[in-house]
């Protein structure tokens, strides 16, 4: 019965598809150079990742070198390598979700709570500029402070009669330099939604608690957190599905053969061992891995966050 | 009972500014220090606590060094065409398709979706993609690092939102008048839509002017080279020789060098900034993605 419904509905419109599609023409038209772009640039990689399946030869090309099965898979998983990134990405991306975005939502809150506007306004527009400075003027900053011989932080160490020491060499601190650096550079930005979480925040229950003679802190425990909840779980979840991003840029420019035992993540050797050593097929075959992961959490996690509140990737 | 309220509320507030002022210091003293350091000059470097204050006689010979050196200017240059050709490429590709695809009668707009969400959710990586610039023969042009990425997915999908909540009243009385679709979009989509537009406009400038990475993986040849692939080769004394007059007779440090080089690389976001935050926090908050 619904079936001859929609079928009845439907057959009008199907006499007038091409009529439609006629009429949407200048649509079209705007879509060719983008859909172009899209098969060359976006969908031209999809295809090039063949070559994780075969042994790639730069004269053969992707299309003529020669299919090897799951081979560069089955060397990556049995390489020493293997754990040594997954758990490097693993930690450092979990290490700036686990510090960053507590002190995120504290920032939001001191902002929200002070009753200096001006100077909240100063302070809330500084944290940010950082978020906007590239991983390469970082870097500089990040010499300038804690190298042996130039650092500010190193400097401070020789004046007290301690030794200075390579935070950037040293496997014992350049996790928490990684990890750091990066609070710094994000948290501001990561307070601004936050704080427009708060924003949205009845006020009438601020007055209500306030007639009911709650404390401040009264007010943040009761009112404002358990308001930003679902913004606070939603970020999180959202975090987590790009997980193995552990911050390429970042690494690659701070990192260095010392530290690679610990600051060595997946983006890392990919870059190293495809355009450095020249095994395409190895590298193309963990940049895949990565891709299927990532994609299986992505979607996972958002359909997570979706259940805490409208606001999901896709 | 009331007055103990009120020396409550203003120790309170001590307490919460006190954590934004360290906060503050915080952000901003390392790029204090950064400035500081490129005014110092050559000699003076033994009391670097005194630097946080500023060093006694300044001098912008360090500045002088680098912006007199045909190839940091070069660099500039370089930096300026990727970021301004880079941001006009991701409009021109970018309005359009998210324009198209925020007209809800669309035949085909739902399997349209889907061939730019496959993308958008896997990546297969960094060598995938670089053999495709490598194949078309793009390394050593400027277009390697402004047309792979032209049109962002995400941004598009933001701009494609905003386009949605255009009444759609407005187009359709146009329609009926004969306008024609393109007279639509530059008469009256665009013009409601400035907002949206310098936001993801900035959005794809920063990160022109503060890319490296693509620059340094195609582009081979010095003369092409951008600020920030500079920058990096100076601050892991690469080859400082190349960019900067520096020689025994310099009169700046290579500290003072390194810090004017990154102060340098800041100065254009600096001076966008007032404009960037004005439009980035309503934009970044304007990112909700939905399908």
Do not use: C
Request: without cysteine.
């Amino acid at each position: 019965m619904t079936d001859i419904v929609r079928r009845s509905a439907a057959l009008p419109k199907k006499n007038s598809r091409s009529g439609e599609i006629l009429r949407h023409k200048a649509f079209y038209l705007m879509l060719i150079a983008p859909v172009v772009y899209f098969i060359i640039f976006k969908y031209g990689p999809l295809v090039n990742a063949q070559i994780a399946f075969k042994d790639f030869q730069a004269l053969d090309g992707v299309w003529k070198s020669p299919w090897v099965g799951f081979r560069n898979f089955m060397t990556f998983f049995s390489s020493i390598y293997f754990w040594q990134l997954l758990r490097n990405t693993l930690t450092l991306s979990l290490g700036k979700l686990l510090i960053g975005l507590p002190l995120a939502v504290i920032l939001a809150l001191a902002l929200n709570e002070s009753s200096l506007r001006r100077f909240r306004k100063t302070v809330q527009t500084a944290t940010y500029l950082p978020h906007f400075l590239s991983w390469v003027v970082m870097y500089g900053v990040l010499l300038l402070l804690l190298s042996p011989d130039e650092g500010l932080i190193n400097e401070i160490i020789k004046a007290l009669g301690g030794k200075p020491i390579a935070f950037l060499q040293d496997p014992k601190w350049y996790p928490w330099v990684a990890v750091l650096s990066d609070v710094w550079k994000e948290t501001g930005w990561s307070a601004i939604i936050y704080l427009a979480a708060m924003t949205g925040i009845d006020p009438g229950l601020y007055e209500a608690a306030e007639v009911e003679g709650a404390t401040r802190l009264q007010r943040i425990r009761f009112i404002t957190l358990p308001g930003i909840a679902d913004v606070i779980i939603t970020i999180a979840l959202l975090r987590l599905g790009t997980i193995l991003d552990a911050g390429f840029h970042q690494i690659f420019m701070t990192y260095s053969v010392p530290v690679y035992s610990v600051g060595d993540i997946i983006d890392t050797w990919v870059y190293r061992q495809g355009v450095l050593d020249f095994q395409f097929s190895l590298a193309t075959a963990v940049g895949l891995f990565k891709g299927v992961i990532g994609l299986l959490l992505v979607v996972f996690f958002n359909r997570l966050a979706r259940r805490y509140s409208d606001s999901s990737l896709f | 009972m009331r007055k103990a309220g009120a020396k409550d509320e203003i120790l309170y507030q001590i307490a919460v500014n006190l954590y934004l002022a360290v906060i503050f210091l915080i952000v901003l003293l390392p790029l204090w220090r950064v400035l500081m350091l490129s005014l110092t000059p050559f000699g003076h470097l033994d009391n670097s606590f005194g630097l946080l204050v500023g060093p006694k006689d300044w001098t912008f010979d360090a500045y002088a060094q680098f912006l007199s050196h045909p190839a940091f200017l070069r660099a500039m240059r370089n930096s300026a065409v990727i970021t301004l050709g880079g941001t006009a490429i991701n409009l021109i590709m970018t309005v359009p398709m998210s324009y198209a695809l925020s007209v809800k009668s669309l035949p085909g707009r739902k399997w349209l979706n889907i061939f730019v969400m496959i993308p958008f959710l896997f990546n297969p990586g960094l060598i995938p993609s670089y053999l495709v610039v490598t194949s078309l023969g793009l390394q050593n042009t400027l277009w390697a690092v402004m047309i792979p990425g032209a049109i962002g997915i995400s941004n598009m999908f933001i701009m494609r939102n905003f386009f949605m909540e255009i009444p759609q009243d407005l187009t359709e009385a146009a329609r009926i008048d004969g306008a024609s679709e393109l007279k639509i979009l530059f008469r009256i989509v665009l013009p409601l839509s400035k907002p949206i537009l310098l936001t993801i406009g900035l959005f794809y400038a920063v990160g022109h002017w503060n890319e490296f990475f693509n620059p340094m993986l195609y582009l081979n040849d010095q003369k092409l080279q951008p600020l920030p692939v500079l920058l990096r080769n100076i601050l892991m004394g690469v080859n400082m020789n190349d960019y900067v007059e520096y020689d025994a007779f310099s009169t700046s440090s290579v500290q003072s060098l390194k810090a004017a080089s990154i102060f340098i690389s800041m100065v254009p976001m600096m001076m966008a900034y007032p404009w960037i935050q004005k439009h980035f926090v309503k934009g970044s908050l304007a990112g909700g993605i939905k399908g």
